[in-house]
Nanobody, 115 residues
């Protein structure tokens, strides 16, 4: 069974930084995409950033230039460095790891940005 364990969420003031981590454990091989999503209260879940196995990355327009996604394939871990945080970034952040045959979600970690 594959599990994703997220860490790094918390409360920070506007302008601050946080780094999220998501580690996959269990029998998971040939990971393709590793991504971060977020869901703010009353809103739909949205894609924040995605990293492909080929090394390309894509970001939501709202976080471009502020967030950086990276991955360590030796550890099956994906990171999200979040800088210049804004109150609008407040949400539960979820990681998602995909292979050819399955997609697994993390349990979510809360990020709260105060003004």
């Amino acid at each position: 069974q594959v599990q994703l364990v997220e860490s790094g969420g918390g409360m920070v003031q506007a302008g601050g930084s946080l780094r999220l981590s998501c580690a996959a454990s269990g029998s998971i091989f040939n990971i393709n995409a590793m991504a971060w999503y977020r869901q703010a209260p009353g809103k739909q879940r949205e894609l924040v950033a995605v990293s492909s196995s080929g090394g390309s990355t894509n970001y939501a327009d709202s976080v471009k230039g502020r967030f950086t996604i990276s991955r360590d394939n030796t550890k099956n871990t994906v990171y999200l460095q979040m800088n210049s945080l804004e109150p609008e970034d407040t949400a539960v952040y979820y990681c998602k790891v995909s292979t050819r045959y399955l997609a697994v979600w993390g349990q979510g970690t809360l990020v709260t940005v105060s003004s």
